[in-house]
C-alpha cells in the first residue's frame, strides 16, 4: 500500500468514525413551560420560570427549555401548548389552573409525548399534575398578621374564587384568629392573575377599610408597593417582594419549583416518567418561607416559625377541627382533619372572613 492510499484511507476512517460519533449524539431533551403571566411578575409566573433556569443549570445542554408568557387561559393556552407539542418538545409544563383542559386536549392529539399541569385534577396515561401546599404558608403568615394587627382588619386580595384561592383565604384566616378571635378578614376578588392596576385599587380599597395587613393571592407586587406606602404590613406571593416593600414585607410564601421539574426531567431522560399526582408543602420545601421582617417583634417570628415547624413535621395541620363556616356552622368537628379530597373542592368560608363568596 503506497503512501497516498494509507493517507488517503486514514482520512476516510477518520471521516467515518466522526460521523458516527456525531450521529450517535443524543439530542437535548425539549422542555416547554406555559406561563399564565410575565416572567417579570416577581410572583407567580417569575417563580416558575426561576425553576426552569434551575433546569438548564442543573443539566447543562442536555436540554433544552423554551417558555411562553403571557398566555391567556382558553383558546390561546391550546394554541400554544399544541405549538410546543408540534415543534419536538417532549415534555410540557402549563402552569396555571385554567390550561388544564387545553392541556388534557393537546395531551390525547400527542400521546407519545409527557405533560404536567399545574394545580389542576384531569390526568390521563401521558398527562400528570402537581401542586404546591401554598395554604401551608397562608397559615403562617395568618399567626404572625393576627398577632401584629392593630385594627384587627386583614385585607386579601384574590384573583379567582378557586379551591386553590379559597383554601389560602380560610387557611390565613383561620391561623390569625387563633392568636386573636377579634380579627375580620375582608377580600376583594380582581378576577385576574395579574393585573397590577386591579390589584392596587384592591390594596387601597382594604387599607381606606381599616385593613393593616395586606395579603393577596395575585401575581404582581403592586400590593405590596401600595403597603410600602400607606406603612402597613404585606405578605408577599410567590417569591420574595422585599425589594418592593422593604419596610411592609412581613414575609412572603416562595413557592420553590426548581427541585420538582429538575426531578421531572431526569424522570424523561431515565425512562421512568409517570404520570403522577403530586401535592408537597413545607415537608418537601416545595413551600417556603421568605426571611421576616427585621422590624419583627421576635415573639412573633418565634410562634410563628414554630407553626411552620410542626406543619413540617406534620404534628399540626392547619384544617384541624373544629372549623365553622361564615354562618357559624361547625363544618369540620373538633379533632377531625380535612382530607385532601375535601381542601380540592374547598368552596365556603371559615368563621372570620367577611362578605359572601363570589359563584
Same mark, same amino acid.
Given at each position: 500500500m503506497n503512501v497516498t492510499r494509507r493517507i488517503c484511507l486514514a482520512v476516510a476512517l477518520g471521516l467515518a468514525v466522526a460521523g458516527a460519533a456525531s450521529a450517535g449524539a443524543a439530542e437535548p431533551l425539549k422542555v416547554g413551560f406555559v406561563y399564565v403571566g410575565p416572567v417579570g411578575d416577581h410572583g407567580y409566573s417569575f417563580q416558575h420560570d426561576q425553576g426552569r433556569i434551575a433546569v438548564d443549570r442543573h443539566f447543562g445542554n442536555r436540554v433544552k427549555t423554551t417558555f411562553v408568557e403571557n398566555v391567556p387561559e382558553g383558546a390561546d393556552a391550546e394554541r400554544v401548548i399544541r405549538q410546543l407539542a408540534s415543534s419536538g418538545h417532549a415534555l410540557i409544563f402549563a402552569t396555571s389552573f385554567g390550561f388544564m383542559n387545553p392541556t388534557a386536549k393537546v395531551a390525547k392529539q400527542f400521546p407519545r409525548l409527557k405533560f404536567e399541569h399545574a394545580t389542576g385534577y384531569q390526568r390521563g396515561p401521558n398527562l400528570g399534575t402537581y401542586m404546591a401546599r401554598f395554604y401551608e404558608g397562608r397559615y403562617v403568615a395568618g399567626i404572625a398578621s393576627g398577632r401584629l394587627t392593630k385594627s384587627n382588619v386583614?385585607?386579601?386580595?384574590?384573583?379567582?374564587?378557586?379551591?386553590?384561592?379559597?383554601?389560602?383565604? +380560610?387557611?390565613?384566616?383561620?391561623?390569625?384568629?387563633?392568636? #386573636?378571635?377579634?380579627? $375580620?378578614?375582608?377580600?376583594? =376578588?380582581? #378576577?385576574? =392573575?395579574?393585573?397590577?392596576?386591579? *390589584?392596587?385599587?384592591?390594596? *387601597?380599597?382594604?387599607? %381606606?377599610?381599616?385593613?393593616?395587613?395586606?395579603? $393577596?393571592?395575585?401575581?404582581? %407586587?403592586?400590593?405590596?408597593?401600595?403597603? *410600602?406606602?400607606?406603612?402597613? =404590613?404585606?405578605?408577599?406571593?410567590?417569591? +420574595?417582594?422585599?425589594r418592593f416593600g422593604p419596610r411592609a414585607q412581613l414575609t412572603s410564601i416562595v413557592d420553590n419549583w426548581g427541585p420538582y421539574y429538575i426531578s421531572r426531567v431526569q424522570a424523561v431522560l431515565d425512562g421512568t416518567w409517570k404520570p403522577d399526582d403530586t401535592w408537597d408543602g413545607f415537608d418537601k420545601d416545595m413551600v417556603q418561607m421568605a426571611p421576616f421582617n427585621p422590624a419583627t417583634p421576635p415573639e412573633v417570628k418565634a410562634e410563628a416559625l414554630k407553626a411552620e415547624a410542626a406543619i413540617k413535621a406534620k404534628t399540626l395541620h392547619p384544617f384541624t377541627g373544629p372549623i365553622r363556616d361564615r354562618d357559624g356552622k361547625v363544618r369540620v368537628p373538633a379533632g377531625k382533619v380535612m382530607s385532601d379530597a375535601e381542601l380540592l373542592k374547598l368552596d365556603w368560608y371559615v368563621e372570620g372572613v367577611s362578605g359572601s363568596l363570589p359563584n
Open positions: 386583614l385585607g386579601y386580595i384574590g384573583a379567582f374564587p378557586i379551591p386553590e384561592v379559597v383554601r389560602g383565604i +380560610d387557611s390565613f384566616t383561620l391561623a390569625a384568629r387563633s392568636v #386573636n378571635p377579634k380579627v $375580620q378578614v375582608r377580600v376583594v =376578588w380582581v #378576577n385576574s =392573575w395579574y393585573d397590577p392596576g386591579k *390589584e392596587r385599587e384592591a390594596a *387601597e380599597a382594604l387599607i %381606606a377599610q381599616g385593613a393593616d395587613v395586606i395579603a $393577596q393571592h395575585t401575581d404582581s %407586587a403592586a400590593p405590596m408597593q401600595v403597603a *410600602e406606602k400607606h406603612g402597613v =404590613w404585606a405578605i408577599g406571593q410567590a417569591s +420574595d417582594m422585599s
